[in-house]
C-alpha cells in the first residue's frame, strides 16, 4: 500500500510559513533519520520561529492528518526521531537559548539547547547538571527530555527526569501549556510533566524547560580496577553497593571492550592486566566527604580485585575516561555494524546476567561486547555484524529477541535510556501487559486525538529487519 501525501497541507503550510519550510530534497533527507540510520523521507521540515509558528503548524496536521515528528539533533538510537510516517519534521534545533539563576540552582532551557552547552553553562557557575549522555556533545535536551535520557552518572543522581522541575510547550492539538512549576515542590493535580517525560515526542511538544541544578562537586578522586573475569567484577560491584559507597561513577568494560579499546590505543588499558574487565570508579564530593570514602574504596578494591591503580591527577584521570569513550566506537573492529542495547540488570543478578551473555555469544556466534554503568544496572550490550552478511545480521537480530526476553526474565528492563521508537517495537509486550499497554494508549488516544505527534512509534509492531538501515557515516561514529 503506497503512503498517503500531505502536499496540499504542505502548499498550505508554506504560504504561511514561507522560507521556515524546507522542501529541498537534501533537507527532507538529512531529517529522514537519526542514529538508527532507519530513513523515511519527511514532506516538509519546518525550524519554527515562534510559538506562534508551532500553533499553525499543529493546527493544520491535525485538520489534514499530517504526521508530525519532532527532531532534536536525531542522535536517537531507536529511530524515535525517524518520520516513519512521512508528513512532516519539526526541527526545534535553533530553540537552544539557556540562561542560568545562579542565585536559585536553576537552569532555564530551550528545547534545541546542546546538553554539553548547558553543562558547560551551569559548570561556569558553580553549578552542577548530572544527566550526561555519551551523545551529550551535540544531542538536545528537548531529546533528552522525550527519551528520559540518562549517562554514567544516573547510579548516584539520576536521569533527565530527576531534574526536570517545569517544562513548557505543546499539547498535539496544538493548545499551548506548562506542566510543574520552578519551586522544587509542587502538588497540583495530575503530572502531566512526568508523563511527557520519556514520552518520545508522542504526547507533547516541549519548547522549554527549567532544570533544577545541584552544587559542582569539589573534589573528583578516580580508580582504575581490574578483575579476573567479568563474573568477579560483578560481585565485587556489588560488595562495593553493599559498603553504602555510591560512587559519582561506576563504568564496567567487559575483556572483549577492553580488547577493542586496547587495539585501537596500542597499550594496555591496565598495565599488566591486559585484556582483563575492568572497572572504572570516581568518587565526587567535597574533599571530606572523598577522603572518607576513599578509604573504604581502597579496602575494597584490595580485598576484591586483581589489580588496581589511582589516577594521580586529573590528566590522568582524563586519560582513562578517555578509553571508556572510545571503547565504543573502537569496537567497530569486530564488524562495521552493531545493534547498541541499553538494557537494565538488577543488581542481585548481574552474575545470572553474564552467565546468561556468554550463553548468547556462543549461540549467536557474534562478537557481544558489554560495558555499562554498574550503579545503576544499565549495561550497553553490542551486538556486532558486518551489514553485508545478510545471515549474520539475522543472526544479530535474533539474538537481541533473546537477550529482551533474558533480561525481562531477570527482572530487568528492556530499555534504560534509549526509549522503544521503532527497533524495540517488537518487545514492548514483553516488559508491559495488556492492561498496561491499554492504558498507554488511552493516554496517547486522550491527548492527541488525531494521532499526529510521532505515530507509528512505540506501539505499532515494526520489523526492523525488514528496513535496510543507511551505510551513511554519521558524525558521531567512528570518534
Ligand atoms: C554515540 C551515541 C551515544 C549515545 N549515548 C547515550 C547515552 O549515554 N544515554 C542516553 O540516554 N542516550 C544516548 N544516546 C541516544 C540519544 O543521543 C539520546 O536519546 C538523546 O536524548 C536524543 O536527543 P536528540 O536531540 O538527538 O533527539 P532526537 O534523536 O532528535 O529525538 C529523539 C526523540 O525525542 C523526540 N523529541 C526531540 N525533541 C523533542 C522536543 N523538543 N519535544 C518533544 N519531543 C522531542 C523526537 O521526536 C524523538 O522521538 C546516544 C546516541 C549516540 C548516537
Redesign the pocket.
Given at each position: 500500500m503506497s503512503k498517503p501525501t500531505y502536499s496540499s497541507a504542505t502548499s498550505l503550510l508554506k504560504r504561511r510559513l514561507g522560507a521556515r519550510v524546507a522542501t529541498a530534497r537534501d533537507a527532507l533527507f538529512a531529517a529522514s533519520f537519526?542514529?538508527s540510520k532507519l530513513s523515511f523521507l519527511p514532506e516538509a521540515v519546518i525550524r519554527p520561529r515562534t510559538n506562534a509558528d508551532i500553533t499553525t503548524v499543529l493546527t493544520l496536521a491535525n485538520r489534514h492528518g499530517v504526521p508530525v515528528?519532532?527532531?532534536?539533533?536525531?542522535?536517537?538510537?531507536t529511530g524515535?526521531?525517524s518520520p516513519v510516517q512521512g508528513g512532516w519534521v519539526l526541527d526545534?534545533s535553533q530553540w537552544n537559548k539557556i540562561a542560568v539563576d545562579a542565585d536559585a540552582g536553576l537552569a532555564q532551557v530551550q528545547?534545541?539547547a546542546v546538553t554539553w552547552d548547558i553543562h558547560k553553562a551551569v559548570e561556569a557557575k558553580g553549578w552542577f547538571y548530572p544527566p550526561?549522555?555519551?551523545?551529550k556533545k551535540?544531542?538536545?535536551i528537548?531529546?533528552?527530555?522525550?527519551?528520559n535520557?540518562?549517562?554514567?552518572h544516573g547510579g548516584k543522581y539520576g536521569v533527565t527526569r530527576d531534574f526536570v522541575l517545569a517544562l513548557k510547550?505543546f499539547l498535539p492539538t496544538g493548545e499551548y501549556v506548562e506542566w510543574g512549576t520552578t519551586t522544587k515542590k509542587f502538588s497540583s493535580g495530575f503530572n502531566l510533566r512526568d508523563l511527557?517525560i520519556g514520552s518520545?515526542?508522542?504526547l507533547?511538544?516541549?519548547?522549554e524547560a527549567t532544570l533544577k541544578l545541584i552544587p559542582l562537586p569539589a573534589a573528583r578522586w578516580t580508580l582504575l580496577t581490574a578483575f579476573e573475569d567479568e563474573l568477579a567484577a560483578f560481585r565485587a560491584a556489588r560488595a562495593l553497593f553493599a559498603l553504602r559507597v555510591q560512587p559519582a561513577i561506576c563504568e564496567f568494560l567487559d575483556r572483549y571492550s577492553v580488547t577493542c579499546a586496547e587495539a585501537k590505543s596500542g597499550k594496555p588499558v591496565f598495565t599488566g592486566q591486559a585484556g582483563r574487565p575492568v572497572v572504572l570508579l570516581e568518587l565526587a564530593g567535597s574533599p571530606n566527604e572523598i577522603a572518607d570514602q576513599k578509604a573504604v574504596v581502597l579496602a575494597w578494591a584490595k580485598a576484591n580485585t586483581l589489580a588496581f591503580r589511582e589516577a594521580r591527577d586529573r590528566d590522568e584521570a582524563e586519560q582513562l575516561w578517555e578509553v571508556r569513550r572510545k571503547c565504543?566506537s573502537a569496537m567497530f573492529a569486530l564488524g562495521d555494524s552493531k545493534l547498541n542495547e541499553?538494557i537494565v540488570v538488577p543488581m542481585r543478578n548481574y552474575e545470572k546476567f553474564a552467565v546468561f551473555l556468554d550463553k548468547l555469544r556462543k549461540s549467536s556466534r557474534l562478537p557481544i561486547p558489554t560495558f555499562g554503568h554498574l550503579g545503576d544496572g544499565n549495561l550497553h550490550v553490542n551486538i556486532m555484524y558486518h551489514r553485508e552478511n545478510r545471515a549474520e545480521y539475522l543472526r544479530a537480530e535474533k539474538a537481541v529477541g533473546t537477550l529482551m526476553a533474558g533480561v525481562v526474565k531477570l527482572g530487568g528492563a528492556i530499555s534504560g535510556?534509549?526509549?522503544i521508537?521503532l527497533a524495540k517495537t517488537p518487545f514492548l509486550r514483553l516488559q508491559h501487559s495488556p492492561a498496561q499497554i491499554k492504558a498507554m494508549k488511552a493516554v496517547k488516544r486522550a491527548l492527541d486525538p488525531n494521532g499526529i505527534l510521532?505515530p507509528g512509534?512505540i506501539f505499532t509492531l515494526f520489523k526492523v529487519w525488514e528496513h535496510p538501515r543507511l551505510t551513511v557515516a554519521?558524525p558521531?561514529d567512528h570518534k
Amino acid at each position: 500500500m503506497s503512503k498517503p501525501t500531505y502536499s496540499s497541507a504542505t502548499s498550505l503550510l508554506k504560504r504561511r510559513l514561507g522560507a521556515r519550510v524546507a522542501t529541498a530534497r537534501d533537507a527532507l533527507f538529512a531529517a529522514s533519520f537519526d542514529g538508527s540510520k532507519l530513513s523515511f523521507l519527511p514532506e516538509a521540515v519546518i525550524r519554527p520561529r515562534t510559538n506562534a509558528d508551532i500553533t499553525t503548524v499543529l493546527t493544520l496536521a491535525n485538520r489534514h492528518g499530517v504526521p508530525v515528528t519532532i527532531r532534536g539533533a536525531g542522535s536517537s538510537l531507536t529511530g524515535s526521531g525517524s518520520p516513519v510516517q512521512g508528513g512532516w519534521v519539526l526541527d526545534l534545533s535553533q530553540w537552544n537559548k539557556i540562561a542560568v539563576d545562579a542565585d536559585a540552582g536553576l537552569a532555564q532551557v530551550q528545547a534545541g539547547a546542546v546538553t554539553w552547552d548547558i553543562h558547560k553553562a551551569v559548570e561556569a557557575k558553580g553549578w552542577f547538571y548530572p544527566p550526561d549522555p555519551a551523545s551529550k556533545k551535540y544531542c538536545t535536551i528537548g531529546g533528552n527530555i522525550a527519551c528520559n535520557a540518562g549517562g554514567m552518572h544516573g547510579g548516584k543522581y539520576g536521569v533527565t527526569r530527576d531534574f526536570v522541575l517545569a517544562l513548557k510547550g505543546f499539547l498535539p492539538t496544538g493548545e499551548y501549556v506548562e506542566w510543574g512549576t520552578t519551586t522544587k515542590k509542587f502538588s497540583s493535580g495530575f503530572n502531566l510533566r512526568d508523563l511527557w517525560i520519556g514520552s518520545e515526542g508522542m504526547l507533547g511538544v516541549v519548547t522549554e524547560a527549567t532544570l533544577k541544578l545541584i552544587p559542582l562537586p569539589a573534589a573528583r578522586w578516580t580508580l582504575l580496577t581490574a578483575f579476573e573475569d567479568e563474573l568477579a567484577a560483578f560481585r565485587a560491584a556489588r560488595a562495593l553497593f553493599a559498603l553504602r559507597v555510591q560512587p559519582a561513577i561506576c563504568e564496567f568494560l567487559d575483556r572483549y571492550s577492553v580488547t577493542c579499546a586496547e587495539a585501537k590505543s596500542g597499550k594496555p588499558v591496565f598495565t599488566g592486566q591486559a585484556g582483563r574487565p575492568v572497572v572504572l570508579l570516581e568518587l565526587a564530593g567535597s574533599p571530606n566527604e572523598i577522603a572518607d570514602q576513599k578509604a573504604v574504596v581502597l579496602a575494597w578494591a584490595k580485598a576484591n580485585t586483581l589489580a588496581f591503580r589511582e589516577a594521580r591527577d586529573r590528566d590522568e584521570a582524563e586519560q582513562l575516561w578517555e578509553v571508556r569513550r572510545k571503547c565504543s566506537s573502537a569496537m567497530f573492529a569486530l564488524g562495521d555494524s552493531k545493534l547498541n542495547e541499553d538494557i537494565v540488570v538488577p543488581m542481585r543478578n548481574y552474575e545470572k546476567f553474564a552467565v546468561f551473555l556468554d550463553k548468547l555469544r556462543k549461540s549467536s556466534r557474534l562478537p557481544i561486547p558489554t560495558f555499562g554503568h554498574l550503579g545503576d544496572g544499565n549495561l550497553h550490550v553490542n551486538i556486532m555484524y558486518h551489514r553485508e552478511n545478510r545471515a549474520e545480521y539475522l543472526r544479530a537480530e535474533k539474538a537481541v529477541g533473546t537477550l529482551m526476553a533474558g533480561v525481562v526474565k531477570l527482572g530487568g528492563a528492556i530499555s534504560g535510556e534509549h526509549g522503544i521508537g521503532l527497533a524495540k517495537t517488537p518487545f514492548l509486550r514483553l516488559q508491559h501487559s495488556p492492561a498496561q499497554i491499554k492504558a498507554m494508549k488511552a493516554v496517547k488516544r486522550a491527548l492527541d486525538p488525531n494521532g499526529i505527534l510521532n505515530p507509528g512509534k512505540i506501539f505499532t509492531l515494526f520489523k526492523v529487519w525488514e528496513h535496510p538501515r543507511l551505510t551513511v557515516a554519521l558524525p558521531w561514529d567512528h570518534k
